[in-house]
């Protein structure tokens, strides 16, 4: 909730976000168990004009997980494999934790 707090408090001091922000807040709300917000604010990227990452994708992946939307998670991590993005260690990790959540 703090980290929600503090990025509300950077838009409101006109700081600027970029996706080390929105990557770390992303992974606050995963690891508090907020995987709603956490996709809000990975859905809200574009619209502040935050390019994703990585590192963001590998925290969405986890989010899905968590919340028990193992299908959800393979489809982005599929999707990532697909781009020019590289896929780390983090990522891959997301995403076989996800497959152990769908059997």
């Known amino acids: 909730e703090k980290a929600l707090q503090l990025l509300s408090a950077m838009a409101d001091k006109e ?7 929105f990557s770390a ?3 606050a709300c995963e690891k508090c168990c907020q995987w709603e917000k956490a996709l809000q604010l990975f859905g809200s990227m574009p619209k ?4 994703y990452d990585i590192i963001v994708f590998g925290a969405v992946i986890s989010a899905y997980e968590k919340a028990g939307k193992w299908e ?3 489809q982005l991590f599929a999707e ?3 781009s020019e993005m590289e896929c780390n260690t983090v990522t891959f990790d997301a995403a076989i934790s ?3 959540k769908g059997g």
């Open 72 to 74: 959800k998670a393979l």
């Open 25 to 27: 807040v992303i992974s």
């Open 98 to 100: 996800a497959c152990e």
């Open 15 to 21: 700081v600027e976000c970029n996706t080390i922000t």
């Open 80 to 82: 990532i494999t697909r």
């Open 48 to 51: 502040n004009k935050v390019k």
